[in-house]
């Protein structure tokens, strides 16, 4: 609404003091304060009320004009009820910012005020918003898409002033308003898919809010736009692939009518969401047929010329075929019933994109077929460099799951799990189907894993730990408390620290010298704590088989 507006309304008794060519300035909010400085609580376009408790003198109102010119004010309006007639210092300065001021009878309330702006301001936004959405559906309708969803957000942040984000289900951003302030921060995308999934797994109507430091975000599902919200049989099925709208904003106060056009803006995202998705389809042919011909035994030459039709469509301009990773997925539930293979399939579509790159173009290197519950990825690599331990580089099981362990596992809730295999990479045909038996036998590593999101890589099956997962749980408790409660016991009693320094022991190769200097103790002390480790487990730790049983024990503990 404009300041012009105000004046034409009786029933809020201003009066205008100064500022008659400035009255088409547009207000935004209002505000009540006191405070000498209140900057930190203005963003701009307010009407401020005031009733001048701040000023003890003249010499007040210049400083406190100044601050709220540098805010970006709209306007100042002063309480005659305090002081009588408002302070020809404060009406001066005023003048000299260009500062309009206005005079409230002392027989109208601030809130009287307040309300009126309020509704006013709401109801005008709810129209421009309207206008918005419109305009924007023309765009997309006419033609090619207008842009995407990064235009819709910055029409929201410069005509509306409300700043959104769009994020995938893993905190990934997708897109963002460049309008009115900083990128929002990755460990906040997460935290708000965190509280997104959580909440639609728990039934809660949205849209959900949260807030995060000093900031509140209302969240939007977006969902497929040829799908209803009870088109799914089951919520699980589509809470792990639905993007979100994130809005810098508490809608918990808005009207219905506004409540329904950001549904609209979710609408028009949604569509853009379905139009990139449709791109992904000939990666997950070519992924499907290359899986196919690996599964059923095909000749080498066969896949080969499969590959080197995936690899210019996956790398464009790549000359040569590259070296390949398969990455297997499995979502699995506690009830069967929920169609999984396709929300593996779109899941870890979305891991395999870097966590730091914005827009969905990234996952156009990605080819992810599935099969029943399983889904695998063929993922290309341009090259493939060797670290000085020998190790290739490529795909690390753990730092794909680093960004999405929170919000993943917030969407699984207690009846979930999301396990990952990774293989070694592959230069040839030849070896693409080991290394597609390689990365699920990482994955049924991963799944006997305590935790809702797990990984494994190759580098494990070459390892002892590769076994400790299929140890059946009661044999594995039996086990590590028949040696290592007794240490336990004793240190609870004895603060003796007997657990430490026998992991210190294992770890120094049973070297006295080293063990002690690690501990800083004198080598007769650790020889004492380590003879009393024999005493109560009856094992000798000069023996190599006592050592191993240790090592595992504190391994399975």
């Given amino acids: 609404m404009r300041l012009r507006a105000l004046l034409d309304t009786d029933a809020l008794g201003l009066r205008l003091l100064g500022g008659e060519d400035e009255l088409d300035r547009t207000v935004r909010g209002v505000m009540t304060t006191d405070l000498r400085d209140p900057s930190r609580y203005l963003s701009g376009g307010e009407l401020v009320l005031t009733g001048l408790a701040w000023r003890r003198d003249a010499d007040d109102s210049e400083p406190f004009v100044?601050?709220?010119?540098?805010?970006?004010?709209?306007?100042?309006?002063?309480?005659?009820?305090?002081?009588?007639?408002?302070?020809?210092?404060?009406?001066?300065?005023?003048?000299?910012?260009?500062?309009?001021l206005f005079a409230v009878h002392e027989s109208v309330a601030f809130a009287t005020i307040t309300e009126h702006v309020v509704r006013q301001v709401s109801g005008e936004r709810a129209g421009d918003l309207a206008a918005v959405v419109d305009r924007h559906r023309r765009m997309m309708t006419s033609g090619p898409a207008g842009g995407g969803p990064d235009v819709v957000l910055d029409l929201l942040g410069s005509d509306l002033d409300l700043r959104a984000w769009v994020l995938s289900?893993?905190?990934?951003?997708?897109?963002?308003?460049?309008?009115?302030?900083?990128?929002?921060?990755?460990?906040?995308?997460?935290?708000?898919?965190?509280?997104?999934?959580?909440?639609?797994?728990?039934?809660?109507?949205?849209?959900?809010?949260?807030?995060?430091?000093?900031?509140?975000?209302?969240?939007?599902?977006?969902?497929?736009?040829?799908r209803s919200p009870?088109?799914?049989?089951?919520?699980?099925?589509?809470?792990?692939?639905?993007?979100?709208?994130?809005?810098?904003?508490d809608a918990?106060?808005?009207?219905?009518?506004?409540?329904?056009?950001?549904?609209?803006?979710?609408?028009?995202?949604?569509?853009?969401?379905?139009?990139?998705?449709?791109?992904?389809?000939?990666?997950?042919?070519?992924?499907?047929?290359?899986?196919?011909?690996v599964q059923t035994g095909a000749a080498p030459a066969e896949i080969a010329a499969r590959l080197r039709v995936a690899a210019p469509v996956l790398l464009p301009g790549l000359g040569a075929a590259p070296h390949w990773q398969v990455v297997v997925a499995r979502v699995e539930w506690q009830d069967a019933g929920v169609e999984a293979g396709p929300v593996a399939q779109s899941l870890l579509e979305e891991i395999l994109v870097d966590p730091l790159a914005t827009g969905p173009e990234p996952s156009d290197r990605i080819a992810v077929a599935h099969t029943g519950e399983e889904a695998v990825a063929l993922v290309p690599l341009p090259a493939v460099s060797t670290e000085h331990d020998g190790s290739e580089t490529g795909i690390v099981a753990d730092a794909l799951l680093q960004s999405v362990r929170e919000p993943l596992s917030a969407g699984l809730d207690d009846d979930g799990q999301v396990t990952l295999g990774v293989s070694a990479a592959v230069h040839s045909a030849e070896g693409l189907r080991g290394a597609l038996e390689e990365a699920r036998h990482a994955r049924r590593v991963a799944a006997a894993r305590p935790g809702r999101v797990c990984a494994?890589?190759?580098?494990?099956?070459?390892?002892?730990?590769?076994?400790?997962?299929?140890?059946?749980?009661?044999?594995?408790?039996?086990?590590?408390?028949?040696?290592?409660?007794?240490?336990?016991?004793?240190?609870?009693?004895?603060?003796?620290?007997?657990?430490?320094?026998?992991?210190?022991?294992?770890?120094?190769?049973?070297?006295?010298?080293?063990?002690?200097?690690?501990?800083?103790?004198?080598?007769?002390?650790?020889?004492?704590?380590?003879?009393?480790?024999?005493?109560?487990?009856?094992?000798?730790?000069?023996?190599?088989?006592?050592?191993?049983?240790?090592?595992?024990?504190?391994?399975?503990?």
């Avoid at 009870?230 to 904003?249: F, H, I, K, N, Y």
Wanted: glycine share 6%; with cysteine.
């Fill in 230 to 249: 009870q088109a799914a049989r089951d919520v699980r099925e589509t809470v792990l692939s639905d993007w979100l709208l994130a809005v810098e904003a």
């Fill in 66 to 100: 100044r601050i709220l010119v540098q805010a970006g004010v709209a306007a100042l309006a002063a309480g005659e009820a305090e002081l009588g007639d408002v302070p020809d210092d404060l009406v001066l300065a005023c003048a000299r910012n260009r500062l309009p």
């Fill in 169 to 226: 289900p893993t905190g990934r951003l997708i897109a963002g308003s460049k309008v009115g302030g900083p990128a929002l921060p990755a460990e906040v995308c997460a935290e708000l898919a965190a509280e997104h999934l959580a909440a639609t797994r728990t039934g809660r109507r949205g849209p959900h809010r949260l807030s995060v430091g000093q900031a509140t975000y209302s969240l939007f599902p977006i969902r497929s736009s040829g």
């Fill in 456 to 557: 494994a890589g190759h580098q494990e099956l070459a390892s002892h730990v590769l076994l400790l997962p299929f140890v059946p749980d009661d044999v594995r408790r039996a086990f590590t408390a028949r040696l290592l409660d007794p240490l336990r016991d004793y240190d609870r009693r004895h603060r003796a620290e007997l657990i430490p320094t026998l992991e210190a022991f294992l770890d120094c190769d049973g070297s006295w010298t080293r063990c002690a200097t690690r501990l800083h103790l004198h080598v007769n002390t650790l020889r004492y704590r380590v003879g009393r480790i024999e005493q109560l487990t009856g094992r000798d730790l000069s023996r190599l088989e006592d050592k191993l049983d240790f090592f595992l024990a504190l391994r399975m503990s």
């Fill in 252 to 293: 918990g106060d808005w009207p219905a009518e506004r409540l329904d056009l950001l549904q609209g803006v979710t609408q028009l995202i949604s569509v853009e969401r379905d139009r990139r998705d449709a791109a992904r389809t000939v990666r997950r042919r070519l992924a499907q047929e290359v899986l196919e011909l």
